[in-house]
């Protein structure tokens, strides 16, 4: 009888393995991408937004869903037609508000919470680019370009048609465009039952700045005061070469009574940027980087306190960088902060306690609430009163798309949203090991190894090490739509991929140790990683491959030139190749300053130019794909064509992948899964 149940039970997970499907990039490009969560002021409901793409159309379409915090079906609130974005709850909670460009340029909109009554609130000449209401419902923030600069046309009217640009100063482009005569301004509007009731305020008249920062920054850079009174908004207040030397943002006050506006944080350095105000008016927390130039530093939780002007850093003695945060308080005289930290691989989420006594306020010690290897990529609380307490997170693993949790206090969770469910429930998912691998200076490096579905130790396989970009960016629980661990294992690759020095989530002296020495304890980090996995039978030393974009494409060109025979092929993606060159053609100087000490020309040289790849281009000896893409101005596409002229020029088997539309990152739908056609066929000829 034990046999027949020991043969049933074989038989059957046989039958349930051959019935899954392996992961694709055509299957990628199915999955319904959850993000931005927020529940309502009565905690009762929760908005999300969820992207679906249409590979054959090569586009994607945004929509808002509804679900309750403790789950059910989710109710679609927005069409095609209307493809919303940046949705939130109206500060009462009556309202659904949103951006689309249905109307031929980025508006703002309302709808009621069952998705009817849409409204359009703001019809402001080309377009907004994100907006916040007060909280008193008396206005609305949202910024806006405004042209300042004149083109070389406009400058001499008698030559109409030149293209020309006459630059006076660095910053001229950045990330993936040229500086268009314009700065995005905040702008303040009156508004009353649904409609703006007056002309909107430019508060940075004039100002050659950007407020938000470009390129990434939202609405997360601007918070009003419970009553309206103030507003607080992130700036770096220069322009030109001064701006792409240094990180110095600050948080300005503007006084709406008053029209007066003062910067709170002076004092700093480094970034100041994503103000929110605590629900009493009382005070204001944003994240904060102390050493200016380095963009890669601790991301510090500070609070100011209006009354005396105080700034406690509430995270003085937690050694890890903050990716958000929230107030969670009811209007009494104690609050609670929630936020994302980047701890060990994984993102989860913590709380700190305000007490307020007679002699001031104080922060208790930093408490974790969820716990796991996973990771939370977006967070949303709402606390009227004592009573009522709703959080809810958008989770993912490198097993599992993300999709919304609810957490209470206590750190309990719950899944509420499933969207991929009828998806991955069909895939089959490499398993997923946590490995502290010993350093060759005496330490253990976290490394996550993933494993081809239905892995049979008794077997060889063909094993990439993945070299992570950033460089400063911590290989997580993320689940990429770019570099995706689970289809590289679902194609027949174990996947090695170490959390080398100069990576957060592991003290600072770990995450700083990079700096200055790009092919120093880093490479040799790599190094060990992948030696220690190949120390298995079941890697086949025969087929190992380097992977890697941006720092990792440099990762991928250096190790190409002293990898002493331990790789068969590399992939670079984006890589830094020739580093003189870079450092002149690159945009964000403050970067570069910073991770190499200096310029070329410096007095001392610094060593990392005498680190760079092309200085070891006479010792490639293994086939290599280089990836680049047109409108990459951090790494421009010259160093990728430097990189294949090498190859070339060397008889190495080499293949050059250009995108011509494309920035750092390969984003467009058909784009992407050629890439990846084209990154396997290219590992499946020279590892299989």
């Known amino acids: 009888m034990k046999k027949f149940s020991l043969l049933f039970f074989l038989f059957s997970a046989i039958q349930i393995f051959a019935q899954q499907e392996r992961l694709t990039p055509e299957t990628l490009w199915k999955l319904g991408r959850v993000n931005n969560p927020q529940v309502s002021p009565d905690t009762k409901i929760v908005i999300y937004e969820l992207k ?61 919470p ?45 030559l ?62 601007y918070s009003w005061s419970p009553d309206g009174k103030l507003f607080a908004y992130t700036c770096k207040k220069m322009t030109g070469t001064p701006e792409a030397v240094s990180t110095n943002s600050d948080i300005y006050i503007y006084n709406v009574t008053n029209k007066q506006t003062v910067n709170i944080t002076e004092q700093n350095n480094g970034y100041d940027q994503d103000p929110q105000f605590a629900p009493d008016g009382k005070k204001i927390g944003w994240l904060s980087m102390k050493r200016i130039g380095y963009e890669s530093d601790k991301n510090r939780l500070m609070v100011y306190y209006f009354a005396d002007k105080k700034i406690i850093d509430v995270t003085e003695k937690f050694d890890y960088p903050v990716d958000q945060f929230q107030w969670s308080q009811y ?101 997923v090991e946590k490995r502290m691998i010993p350093t060759t200076d005496g330490k253990e490096m976290l490394t996550w190894v993933i494993y081809p579905p239905g892995f049979n130790p008794q077997k060889h396989y063909p094993t990439l090490l993945y070299c992570q970009g950033g460089p400063q960016s911590m290989v997580s629980q993320f689940f990429s739509y770019r570099w995706n661990f689970q289809l590289m294992a679902n194609n027949g690759y174990i996947v090695v991929a170490p959390n080398r020095r100069g990576l957060p989530g592991f003290g600072s002296e770990w995450n700083d140790e990079i700096i200055g020495d790009y092919g120093g304890q880093c490479m040799r980090d790599y190094l060990s990683a992948i030696d220690e996995l190949s120390k298995n039978n079941f890697v086949d030393k025969d087929k190992r491959g380097a992977v890697g974009a941006s720092f990792g494409g440099y990762s991928v060109y250096w190790l190409a030139g002293n990898h002493q025979k331990r790789f068969r092929t590399f992939v670079a993606h984006c890589g830094m190749f020739d580093l003189d060159s870079w450092y002149g053609s690159t945009e964000e100087m403050w970067f570069a300053n910073n991770d190499f000490k200096g310029s070329y020309w ?77 990154f396997f066929e290219w590992l499946d000829n020279w590892l299989k």
């Open 52 to 112: 679906r793409y249409d590979l054959a159309a090569n586009k994607g379409t945004n929509y808002i869903y509804s679900v309750s915090p403790i789950g059910g079906t989710p109710l679609q609130l927005t069409d095609d037609a209307t493809n919303a974005f940046n949705a939130k709850w109206r500060p009462d909670g009556k309202k659904i508000t949103f951006l689309s460009s249905s109307s031929g340029e980025v508006q703002l909109y309302e709808i009621n």
């Open 114 to 158: 069952d998705g009817s009554g849409k409204a359009q609130i703001t019809n402001v000449k080309g377009g907004i680019g994100s907006y916040k209401y007060s909280g008193n419902l008396s206005m609305i923030a949202y910024n806006a370009d405004v042209k300042l600069d004149r083109t070389a046309a406009e400058m001499y009217a008698d």
């Open 160 to 221: 109409p048609q030149v293209q020309a640009r006459i630059i006076d100063g660095l910053f001229y482009r950045h990330w993936d465009s040229w500086n268009n005569y314009s700065y995005s301004h905040m702008f303040i509007a009156p508004y009353a039952d649904g409609k703006l009731t007056g002309e909107a305020l430019d508060i940075m008249k004039e100002e050659k700045y950007d407020a938000p920062l470009k390129p990434f920054g939202g609405d997360e850079q």
């Open 331 to 431: 209007l009494g005289d104690d609050a609670t902060l929630y936020f994302i930290a980047q701890v060990k691989a994984t993102k989860n989420i913590y709380s700190c306690e305000e007490r307020v006594k007679k002699s001031g306020a104080i922060y208790k010690d930093i408490e974790e609430v969820t716990k796991g290897d996973h990771d939370y990529v977006g967070l949303s609380v709402s606390c009227p009163d004592k009573k009522n307490f709703a959080m809810v997170g958008a989770k993912q693993t490198m097993s599992m798309p993300t999709e919304l949790f609810s957490v209470n206090p206590k750190g309990n969770e719950n899944q509420i949203t499933f969207t991929n469910k009828a998806i991955t429930d069909n895939i089959s998912w490499g398993r």
């Open 602 to 678: 410096s007095t001392p040289h610094p060593k990392n130019y005498d680190q760079s790849p092309h200085k070891f281009v006479q010792n490639w000896d293994s086939p290599i794909l280089i990836i680049h893409n047109e409108k990459d101005f951090r790494i421009p596409v010259t160093q990728g064509m430097e990189a294949f002229t090498a190859a070339q020029l060397k008889g190495l088997q080499s293949r050059f992948l250009y995108f011509p539309d494309e920035n750092h990152f390969v984003t467009k739908p058909q784009n992407s899964v050629l890439w990846q056609r084209v």
